[in-house]
Every structure is written in structure tokens, then in C-alpha cells.
């Protein structure tokens, strides 16, 4: 069969003339990583005719993103040098336009690294060129390179002091790591260079709330009101500074402005089926609509507020103004709170003291141990390499952006003589101690979850060291190995962070039939399905909310895969080898599924019936995963083409999935978080996502839920409908 030269670069290098269409080749070549290919045309085209710059340009370029930047710069060098003086201009202008015509085409098509390459170029022969230090530092910020991004945006401000969106970039990069001030800096001077702009506007108002300077951040509400009165977030967020200064009355008129009917009526009918803390919001929110100066709206509106703030003078003070409306009406405080808040430490700290000092790493224990042999090497270091998430809009969510790989730890399985093992009752704070009373940092995570290497998961900072006393130890003799970690009735924290330690215990060498006891949870369904599958006896298990501090003569502990919830390649395998592809599971073979959390408590979407009506004229199914036995669950994603669903555990299955799926993850703006990205990228999904919506504004949505992990979504159809087009699935 004939080579590729052979066969095109004639047809190629014949059309030479029409440098339009061999320019549109070259950066299909670059586009595609066809770097060879590239390189190759653009020196038949050389030899062809040595006088079309363009050659060199492309050939350099090639070169350039093949790692080779001092042979691509003399390339660009020989070709300016080749012309006479009069045109060295002319020519370098050429080479200007060009790099800058590939860099915007790698940012758009979220190839940042590459872009980044060619733009520091730029740089090297124009100095002074403010838009392409801003693209920069665009560039750098999609890679959560956010110093190196503010000092590009620094640099084109300097060279253009009215550069209104460096200042944009640069106070929404701020804003986002909660330097504030600097923030309000920024986005004040957008507004004194281009006042009509509501988000900045909007933006600032509320950097101003965050650090309490409350008049300030109620002018930029009422500014923002004012750009744009028909968007209903800033009534919200200046009800709710209004709330925080006593003006219940300005306060409530304000709620009642930030509800949309469309948003009240898909929530009431959300909430029917809700938890009775929700049902509380929708009371309100029903109320405020209704009657808002009444005395229900004040009663279901003091009780929020008593959620989040336990007998709080601003309830009581919400409670009285009720009282104004009916009088006789018999109001108790709950003191609920108080309960729930004191409950861990009335029955859990009680009487043992918790280490003080920490090891690192478990192999720095083992080696400073002399118990070398006690640590066993299962599996090396890995890199998780990363496509960006794709997305109509401009930019990714701060939530994705980790650069192009993430290096996972090693994996491990340790024997820790005379060890200990802590887990508090929310399952939130986990601790594996030595026999010395010392923590071994690497295989004792606790909240909040990070990724890989994160400063502030340094075992230092582990939430142990502040706990107070621990419970009693209880004495276990003989072999306990530890597979519970974190949130261990949760599914996707089950099959990534929990399963895959009894595959490292399988390849230890360590015979599991010789451990005594297996301290882990089997109480959900699932839980007892995938450990009888992986011959986990239910006679040794130890329940892990029975067992919350423990001692044994041996303690086996698996590492967890990688860091918690950041899963390498080979726990991936290890899920598909063991649950899919089961001959004896038949389900239905639905190519296009919407997965619903109608029967869960919390992360439910709350317009959910109109975004089932939209999606089934495109050929979606509605299905409910909570019925169907993990294997079935796995029988069903491994023939889905296209997958949209709320951020939640059913999307755990997209790691069943075949490579090419499209997979729609749907978040709340408020909580984002990347773990089912991370699997696409590890089985080679197509990943998108959507952010829903908050019409009601950021701080009476706060106010409805204080936990950004639990909120419930409201999707906008229409983006819903964009993302949909964008992904090519409609």
C-alpha cells in the first residue's frame, strides 16, 4: 500500500498557489496532533518554492509543539533574515498573525498547554502585545495556573490601563480564591471604565458581602437591579442583606421579587416528596407568594433562619414579627439543633487521648520502624492524564482545572502491629495510628476531600489533632483488615475509594481467608451484593458504626486506590472486570438515559418533569438506578451512548460505560466537583457538563440550603437544549 506522501503531498503541493487552502491543511495537521504530517508538507512545499513564508511558519510551529523550540525559532530566524530589509517587517507581521491565529484556535478548542506554548512565542518577538498577554493569561488561569495568570493580566494592564477585561479576569480569578479585596479592586475599576455591566456589578456586590462591608455590597445590588431589572438574583441577595439588618418588611418584599412563578411552581412540586427540612422552604417560599406579609411566611421563614442558627436573635426576632399577625398562635423554639450539634461530643469523645505527633507517609513509618517487610508495594505511582471537560462557553469551571495530568500516588497495603483505627459517627474524619500513637497520614483521610499533594491535606493539618478525647478502644485479638474509609454508604466513595483495597489485598499475597474480621459496612443492598462477589465472608464482618474505635494485634490496611475519590486506571478495570459483562444479567439495551434522583433526599432537579418531557422527545429514558442490583446497573450504562444526569452516585456507573459515550453531568452552581469527570477521562468518555441555575439569587439559595453538597437544581431548558446541540446528541 502506498505511503501517504506519496499519494497526497503531489495533489498537496499542486494546489501550492491557493495559500488559503493549504493553510486551512497545515492547521487541520496542528488541530489534530499531526505534527509528522505537517512538517512534512510544509518541506515539500519549501523545496517547491522557498520564496512562501508560510512554510516556515507552520514547519516551526510543528516543530515548536514537538518540544524542538530552539529548531523552530532558527526556522523563523532564516526566513525573516532570507528577505530584504524593506520587508523584514512585513514578514514578521506575517509570523505574528499566524502563531496568534493557532493559539486562539488551540485555547478555543481547550488545548491550553499548546496555546500557551505558542503565545509565550508572541511574547519573545512582540513584548508589548496586551491582548495576546491576556489570551495568556487565559490560558494559564484553564490550567489553575492562577499566579502566573494574574501576573499576564498584570503586564496587559500595564500596557493598556483601560483594559476592562484584564480587570474582569483578574477579580474573577481573585474572587474565586477568596481574595476578596483584591477582587473588589478590580472589579471596581471595570465599573468605573464600563459602568453598564451587570455581572460585574453583581460580582462586586457580592465580594462586599463576603467580607461584611454590607452598605457597599447593597449599593452594588441595587446598581446591579438597577443595569438589569428584570434578573431576579440581586432582589434575592439584597433581601437578604436587608434581612441581616432587622428590615424584615424591605427584606420580604425583596424574596418575593427574586421567585420566579416558573422556578416556585417546579419547586413546590419538588418538595412533595422531600425530607421535612426542605419541606420548610417550600412552606415559605409557598407563603411569600401567597401572602408575604403574613404570619406563615414569618413562622417558616424564622424556622430556616433557627436552622442554620440555632435560636439566633435574628429568629427570634423573625418569630415575634409573626406573633404580630397572630398573636395566640403557640410558637416553641426548637432546641433540635442544639441536640444534633452536641450529640458526637456527648457520646463519642469521651475519654481517650488522640495522637499528637504523625508520620508522613506509611512507608516512612515502616522504614524508621525497622518494619520494612510490613509494607507492601502493590501498585506505582500513576499520572492521570486530562482533557478539559467540553463546553459551549468560554471558560471551565474553576472545579476542573488541575492542567493536563495529576500524578496518583503509589498504592499499598500495610500491616500495622498493635494499630488503631478511628472513624467518627458522620464519616467524615477517618485515622489509622501506629502502635507509637502516631497518625499515618497517607491512609487517614478526612474532610474536605482535595486532590493529589493539596497543602492543606498535609497530615499536620488533620482534623484529629483538634478533635478532643477519643471513645474507648475497643480490644479486637487476632488479624483486623480495615476496608472502611469515608462516606462509606455512599456508592461512588464504595466502589472507587472502598472495593478496590480488597483487590490490593488480593495481590499483597496476604490469603484472605487467614484475616479474622473485615471492618467495613454491609448494610445497604449494594454493599452486601459487591462483597459477597468479592468473597468477603459475612460472618467476619466488623459494622463500622458498631466499631468506631478499635485496636487488634494486627491491623490490615489496604491503601485507598490513589487519593480518596481520585481513582487510577486500574481500579477502573478492576470495577469493569468484576460486575460487567456478567453472562447471566439481561437488561433492557437503552442507548440514550436520563438517570433521575426523584427517589433520593437531596440533589434532586428541581424542574425535573419539564426536563424529562424535553429529553424524551430526543429519544432520552427516564430511569431510577436505587431498584437495580449493581451488576444490572452495569449491564445498563455499558450499552448507553449518551447519559445526562444530576451530579450524584449514579453517574459511578459511567466507569461501565464504552469509550466515545457521551456523558451530560448537571451541577448546582454552588457545589461542582470533578469526580466523574475523572472517570471519563480514565475510560475515554466524551464528558460535558451544565451548571443549573440560582434565579433566587446566591444568598436566599444559601439560606435554603447551607449545604452546597445537598442543594436540589433548577435546570434552564434552553442551556439544557445548547449543551445537548453542543454535544452533538441532538
Not at 493557532?102 to 488545548?111: G, K, M, P, V, Y
Not at 488522640?354 to 516512612?364: A, D, Q
Not at 478492576?574 to 442507548?591: D, P, V, Y
Amino acid at each position: 500500500m502506498p505511503h501517504w506522501k506519496d499519494v497526497y503531498l503531489p495533489i498537496l503541493v499542486r494546489l501550492y498557489m491557493d495559500i488559503d487552502k493549504i493553510q486551512q491543511q497545515l492547521s487541520a495537521y496542528l488541530a489534530q496532533g499531526y505534527y509528522d504530517e505537517a512538517i512534512a508538507l510544509c518541506e515539500q512545499g519549501i523545496n517547491t518554492d522557498p520564496t512562501i513564508t508560510l512554510n516556515y511558519w507552520y514547519l516551526g510551529i510543528a516543530m515548536l509543539l514537538q518540544g524542538e523550540e530552539t529548531e523552530a525559532q532558527a526556522i523563523w530566524l532564516s526566513a525573516i533574515t532570507q528577505v530584504v530589509p524593506d520587508e523584514m517587517d512585513a514578514v514578521t507581521a506575517e509570523l505574528l498573525q499566524v502563531l496568534q491565529t493557532a493559539a486562539i484556535q488551540f485555547l478555543d478548542n481547550r488545548e491550553f498547554q499548546k496555546s500557551e506554548i505558542i503565545y509565550w512565542q508572541i511574547l519573545e518577538l512582540d513584548s508589548n502585545n496586551y491582548p495576546v498577554y491576556y489570551n495568556l493569561g487565559n490560558a494559564l488561569a484553564q490550567q489553575g495556573n492562577f499566579d502566573a495568570a494574574i501576573d499576564c493580566w498584570q503586564n496587559a494592564i500595564a500596557i493598556k490601563p483601560d483594559y476592562v477585561e484584564a480587570y474582569e479576569e483578574w477579580g474573577s480569578v481573585c474572587q474565586k480564591l477568596e481574595d476578596f479585596e483584591t477582587a473588589i479592586a478590580c472589579y471596581s475599576k471595570a465599573l468605573e471604565l464600563k459602568p453598564d455591566n451587570y455581572q460585574t456589578a453583581y460580582n462586586l456586590g457580592l465580594c462586599f458581602s463576603f467580607i461584611a462591608m454590607v452598605s457597599e455590597a447593597i449599593a452594588c445590588f441595587q446598581n446591579a437591579i438597577q443595569l438589569k431589572p428584570d434578573s431576579t438574583q440581586p432582589y434575592g441577595d439584597l433581601g437578604y442583606l436587608l434581612l441581616q439588618k432587622g428590615q424584615l418588611d424591605g427584606a420580604i418584599k425583596l424574596f418575593n421579587q427574586a421567585i420566579p412563578v416558573s422556578f416556585l411552581e417546579s419547586y413546590l412540586k419538588n418538595q412533595e416528596q422531600s425530607n421535612e427540612v426542605f419541606k420548610d422552604n417550600a412552606c415559605f417560599l409557598k407563603y411569600l407568594h401567597l401572602q408575604p406579609y403574613s404570619f406563615d411566611t414569618f413562622l417558616y421563614l424564622a424556622k430556616i433562619i433557627d436552622r442554620t442558627d440555632t435560636l439566633s436573635a435574628l429568629a427570634r426576632e423573625i418569630y415575634q414579627k409573626a406573633l404580630e399577625f397572630n398573636p395566640d398562635a403557640d410558637i416553641i423554639l426548637s432546641q433540635q439543633s442544639q441536640l444534633d450539634n452536641s450529640t458526637e461530643t456527648s457520646q463519642e469523645f469521651l475519654s481517650f487521648e488522640p495522637p499528637k505527633y504523625f508520620y508522613e507517609s506509611t512507608l516512612y513509618w515502616a522504614k524508621t520502624s525497622n518494619l520494612e517487610k510490613k509494607y507492601l508495594n502493590i501498585y506505582p505511582k500513576s499520572k492521570l492524564y486530562l482533557t478539559p471537560p467540553k463546553t459551549p462557553e468560554n471558560t471551565i469551571h474553576f472545579s476542573f482545572r488541575f492542567g493536563s495530568q495529576v500524578e496518583l500516588p503509589a498504592s499499598f497495603v500495610a500491616l500495622v502491629p498493635e494499630g488503631r483505627f478511628w472513624l467518627n459517627k458522620k464519616q467524615d474524619k477517618s485515622a489509622v495510628i501506629a502502635a507509637d500513637n502516631k497518625l499515618l497520614g497517607d491512609i487517614s483521610p478526612d474532610f474536605p476531600v482535595l486532590s493529589p499533594g493539596h497543602p492543606d491535606k498535609h497530615p499536620s493539618k488533620h482534623s484529629i489533632f483538634s478533635v478532643g478525647k477519643l471513645p474507648p478502644i475497643q480490644r479486637i485479638d487476632g488479624t483486623v483488615s480495615v476496608l472502611a474509609g469515608l462516606l462509606n454508604d455512599t456508592y461512588f466513595h464504595w466502589m472507587f475509594d472502598i472495593l478496590p483495597r480488597i483487590e490490593l489485598l488480593d495481590k499483597s499475597g496476604i490469603d484472605i481467608a487467614s484475616i479474622d474480621r473485615f471492618l467495613v459496612s454491609s448494610r445497604l443492598d449494594f454493599q452486601k451484593e459487591t462483597l459477597k462477589a468479592l468473597g468477603i465472608p459475612e460472618t467476619k464482618i466488623l459494622e463500622t458504626d458498631e466499631y468506631s474505635h478499635i485496636q487488634a494485634t494486627t491491623l490490615v490496611v489496604p491503601s485507598f486506590p490513589s487519593s480518596l475519590a481520585w481513582m487510577p486506571k486500574w481500579a477502573c478495570n478492576f470495577l469493569r472486570s468484576k460486575f460487567l459483562n456478567k453472562k447471566h444479567i439481561e437488561t433492557e439495551k437503552i442507548e440514550r438515559i436520563y438517570i433521575s434522583r426523584k427517589e433520593t433526599a437531596n440533589r434532586r432537579i428541581i424542574n425535573e418533569d419539564e426536563i424529562v418531557s424535553c429529553l424524551t422527545k430526543y429519544g432520552f429514558i427516564n430511569v431510577i438506578l436505587e431498584s437495580m442490583t449493581v451488576v444490572e446497573q452495569a449491564a445498563l450504562l455499558a450499552h448507553a451512548k449518551v447519559v445526562v444526569a444530576p451530579h450524584g452516585g449514579g453517574l459511578t456507573n459511567t466507569v461501565f460505560c464504552n469509550p466515545g459515550t457521551k456523558v451530560i453531568e448537571i451541577f448546582s452552581p454552588n457545589y461542582v466537583y470533578p469526580c466523574y469527570w475523572l472517570i471519563s477521562n480514565q475510560i475515554g468518555l466524551e464528558y460535558y457538563y451544565l451548571l443549573g441555575e440560582n434565579p433566587e439569587g446566591f444568598y436566599l439559595h444559601k439560606l435554603l440550603y447551607p449545604d452546597a453538597r445537598l442543594e436540589d437544581i433548577f435546570v434552564n431548558v434552553n442551556q439544557l437544549l445548547k449543551i445537548l446541540r453542543f454535544a452533538g446528541a441532538i
